[in-house]
């Protein structure tokens, strides 16, 4: 009887303070923001029985050089042709070009690329961002057309908008749903705690539907039973590593277990810690008080083995013999290197709704607000962080290990959409070129969707027969990544002496539907100026944290 007293203890410790407490998730099984509405005339145009995009130069996903001019051929939703049509600066030839088509585009001097893919997103919540169009449009607008949800929001509504997406009765991305085991989802009213009841979840959530698994780390026992089953059901899984649980499961012991995808830097320093086994906090760290927990985080960045020591390589040797792949979301914490930058980037007045806007202020009850007195100091960690992060990425990307893009959107001043741009940037910054950003940002992420249940990708890759998931812009990105960014750049007009705004993407295309991120764009300025109008004259009222569980981040 003391034994089994004893375990039940254990089991109990281990939900509340690994876990938070699962009526929590049960309180958040509804939809947390107002679904999508039905996609309305003009929203979009096509699919076309023939749709021909002329005379683009093609960047195809792969990392191969870029080709043009070329006219790419869609019939319906999937690419059915991609023709070499001529040579730079020589008139082309009407005799090479495919018949003409029922809707024709103009891509003379413009690009195309496959839609970008989001690896780690989350829908907004009621005191943040209350409807699920704001979210979508910014997505899209930056050239998004397929999201991963981990989670996107409660199960059942996840489920839903994924299928009203895959139809297209939304404008919306392409929705995998990936569930946690924080999350309330009509299973029973106790978390996975023993490997018994982790597979029972597995299989649960399995028989729902789902895409894949998101953990948080945990105890290595029930870690393993969760992937071991995700294995047998052909379920991807992807895991932010609790700092809680980093101490038993680190990035090294998960990737061995069969993780496939290691989010965020957490486990990863962990495993290469060179003086301790665990982290060296100060003796007054705590881990709720969250300028503790993410300032902290960065104060790794000279505790580990460096880079090209032998400790270094095997650990990145061991992740790729497992294929696991690494999708850092790197925006997300940017804050921490720049604070100011972030909270005065030039779109937030058009395009940050003020209940976000709101949420991102210093406050101790909303998750990732810790900025209650962020320092140069801290600043100063971050940026050395950083620089050791990107070391490892580029030193994983250069061994073939795959790198892909997402964002986390939707906390500390990072706003959906937009910030899907800056994470680009921030990998170009650690070393990729752009060639292989455009890669993990396209057939990379494709990749680490689909793998876990076919051998090839259907689309983030322009290739006949694949999806017509396609982002066309009038500048070259590989010159500037920045002319993906939905506000433009500046670049001064010698001709005149003016200073204009170019860039933008001009097109996107989801399952061969054509939409203008220009209108895109308008729809979602004018649902902030509507908020702002409502809420002209009323107290700002904060509140916690939303449908998202706090390990988010």
């Known amino acids: 009887m003391l034994m089994m007293k004893r375990k039940l203890a254990v089991i109990t410790c281990f939900s509340i303070s690994l876990f938070s407490v699962r009526s929590k998730a049960q309180k958040d099984a509804r939809p947390v923001i107002v679904s999508a509405p039905n996609r309305k005339p003009g929203e979009g145009v096509g699919p076309y029985a023939r749709l021909i995009i002329r005379g683009v130069t093609v960047i195809d996903g792969t990392g191969a050089a870029p080709m043009g001019p070329m006219d790419v051929v869609v019939e319906h939703n999937k690419i059915v042709d991609v023709v070499n049509v001529g040579a ?243 925006v997300i914490y940017s804050a921490g290197r720049d604070l100011m930058r972030a909270y005065t980037a030039e779109w937030h007045d058009r395009y940050t709704l003020p209940s976000l806007w709101d949420y991102y202020q210093p406050n101790r009850s909303n998750h990732g607000s810790y900025w209650y007195y962020w320092t140069t100091e801290d600043e100063y960690a971050f940026k050395n962080y950083y620089r050791v992060w990107g070391q490892m990425l580029k030193d994983y990307n250069q061994m073939g290990g795959h790198i892909t893009v997402g964002t986390d959107a939707g906390y500390i001043y990072q706003d959906f959409g937009f910030s899907y741009i800056e994470e680009m940037e921030l990998l170009r910054e650690a070393g990729l070129t752009p060639l292989e950003v455009i890669r993990s940002a396209t057939l990379y992420g494709a990749e680490e969707l689909q793998s876990p249940k076919q051998t090839t990708v259907d689309f983030g890759i322009i290739r006949p027969g694949t999806l017509a998931d396609m982002v066309i812009v009038d500048q070259n990105p590989l010159e500037n990544l920045k002319v993906f960014y939905g506000t433009g750049w500046m670049k001064l007009n010698d001709v005149t002496g003016k200073v204009e705004r170019v860039g933008g993407i001009k097109y996107v295309v989801k399952d061969g539907i054509i939409y203008e991120p220009s209108k895109l764009l308008a729809d979602v300025a004018a649902m902030v100026e509507k908020q702002k109008k409502e809420r002209k004259g009323k107290p700002v009222v904060r509140q916690g944290v939303g449908g998202v569980m706090p390990e988010d981040l």
């Open 88 to 330: 730079p600066h020589v008139p082309i030839d009407p005799k090479r070009r495919p018949a003409k088509g029922d809707h024709e585009i103009d891509g003379t001097g413009m690009y195309l690329m496959p839609g970008f893919v989001d690896n780690h997103i989350h829908y907004g919540s009621p005191q943040k961002a209350p409807e699920a169009e704001y979210c979508n449009k910014l997505w899209l607008a930056h050239g998004v057309t397929t999201v991963r949800g981990v989670p996107a929001g409660p199960l059942d509504w996840a489920l839903k908008e994924r299928e009203r997406s895959a139809k297209n009765e939304i404008v919306a991305p392409r929705l995998y749903v990936y569930q946690s085991e924080f999350s309330g989802d009509g299973w029973k009213p106790q978390l996975p705690v023993t490997p018994e009841m982790a597979r029972q979840w597995v299989d649960f959530v399995a028989a729902k539907g789902v895409d894949g698994l998101k953990l948080h780390g945990g105890d290595p026992e029930i870690v393993e039973a969760l992937l071991d089953e995700a294995k047998k059901k052909h379920l991807g899984s992807l895991d932010h590593i609790s700092q809680t649980t980093a101490p038993r499961m680190t990035a090294r012991i998960a990737v061995d277990m069969g993780l496939r995808t290691i989010t965020h830097s957490y486990g990863l320093f962990e495993s290469l810690l060179k003086d301790t086994s665990v982290q060296d906090y100060p003796f007054t760290q705590n881990y709720s008080d969250e300028y503790m927990r993410f300032g902290q985080v960065a104060r790794n960045w000279d505790k580990i083995h460096p880079q090209g020591s032998p400790e270094w390589k095997d650990f990145l040797t061991d992740l790729k013999a497992h294929n696991a792949v690494m999708n850092p979301t790197m």
